[in-house]
């Protein structure tokens, strides 16, 4: 029999909770007070050139156009008519139950060299899940899942600057209808990701050349999801990237290059904390502050303070080491780390990946490495993708 768990475990274990938000306290000084959002499986990188290194994705180097369907639209377009196509798998939490997965598929294409289009669809499947009656017996057993559609547009303005924008659908069957009832529905919400890029050379000989990218992207900015007639509604994860990327690439003759990324990421969710404007709602708390409000209101609502807003911030480092052949082959090792507050959900792990181009086919594969000493339900998780992109420059 397959292995089953109940669904608010499962979701608890996977990201941030989009159970009933709980009231904070403290301990040694510090608060505990982890934010906790609806659809969280929206925020979960999909892409594995970018899983393997550290989630690193509002930046990228001149060959990966992947991560401007996931982190920043802005990266779509940077002076290259190109198209391309991808598809990625991610077993989701596979040390804790079976048969939660996450998998994308995407493409784009150039309209002109400033001008690009791309078109995203993304299902998560929470597994089998065994509901029980009062009395603890098994009752049935449901199937819930979550996805999106994403559209994404992005116009370069010059050599150095882009922007892009992606609209995107939001459908979650979190809560069964047919076993919850007619006072509970399917959650639906339509959002945006809205981006900015920019890039410029540092430096540049006979023989290396150095340059660095800076990009900024809003991530997830829209309605607020329900699931009953309450009129309880929880945020989406709206989400602040800002990181940069520094590339140096060297020339060894005609037919070699070596290539060497170094970058970091920084995210902080625009949601409200926990315990700041928050009602009593059946023993839970909700928070009934509006999208805008709420995002404003994230810098500076902390109970804890100064301190705890930094807590809220999640830091990102990768890396990537490339050998590229003949402008049409690329063998690359990647590493990252990404690091939460152990008072913001205690995520820390280490990254590896590798992939390999071939005349513009690209296989990759990432591994999340627990650098805690006890059990991680993150552990052996894996990713993996396939892409396909024309028209690249180095």
């Not at 597994?127 to 994403?150: C, F, H, R």
């Not at 902390?302 to 063998?331: C, M, S």
């Amino acid at each position: 029999m397959r292995k089953c768990i109940f669904l608010s475990i499962v979701i608890a274990f996977s990201f941030k909770s989009k159970a009933q938000y709980y009231p904070y306290y403290s301990t040694n000084g510090q608060v505990l007070n982890t934010i906790t959002t609806a659809v969280p499986f929206v925020s979960i990188t999909s892409n594995a050139s970018q899983f393997g290194q550290g989630e690193v994705g509002v930046v990228a180097n001149d060959y990966n156009y992947q991560s401007a369907m996931h982190s920043n639209p802005a990266l779509l377009s940077r002076g290259n008519k190109i198209h391309g196509a991808s598809i990625n798998y991610t077993p989701w939490l596979s040390n804790l139950v079976p048969n939660i997965k996450l998998a994308d598929a995407y493409g784009f294409f150039s309209v002109d060299s400033n001008n690009t289009i791309g078109f995203k669809s993304t299902y998560f499947s929470l597994g089998d899940v065994v509901v029980t009656n009062i009395n603890g017996n098994n009752s049935s057993a449901v199937k819930p899942y979550e996805y999106l559609i994403q559209l994404s547009y992005s116009h370069n303005f010059s050599k150095n600057f882009s922007i892009g924008i992606s609209p995107k659908y939001i459908f979650s069957d979190f809560i069964n209808k047919s076993y919850a009832g007619a006072n509970y529905h399917y959650g639906k919400s339509i959002a945006a990701d809205l981006g900015l890029h920019y890039r410029y050379k540092i430096y540049q000989s006979e023989k290396i050349k150095i340059t660095n990218n800076t990009g900024l992207a809003i991530q997830n900015v829209g309605s607020k999801m329900s699931y009953n007639n309450s009129g309880r509604s929880d945020f989406l994860p709206t989400n602040l990237a800002l990181g940069s990327m520094i590339t140096t690439i060297y020339t060894v003759d005609n037919t070699i290059k070596l290539g060497l990324d170094i970058s970091y990421e920084a995210n902080k969710l625009l949601v409200p904390s926990p315990g700041s404007t928050y009602v009593n709602y059946n023993n839970g708390y909700y928070n009934t502050a509006g999208v805008f409000q709420g995002m404003l209101q994230s810098f500076s609502d902390a109970p804890g303070g100064k301190q705890e807003e930094w807590n809220e911030v999640i830091h990102k480092v990768g890396t990537e080491a490339r050998i590229i052949f003949n402008q049409d082959i690329i063998l690359a090792a990647r590493a990252g780390y990404f690091y939460e507050s152990k008072y913001k959900g205690n995520r820390k792990f280490a990254t590896i990946g590798a992939g390999i181009t071939c005349y513009g086919l690209q296989l990759s594969i990432a591994n999340i490495l627990p650098v805690e000493r006890q059990s991680s339900p993150l552990a052996n998780t894996f990713s993996f993708g396939i892409s396909y992109t024309s028209g690249l420059k180095f």
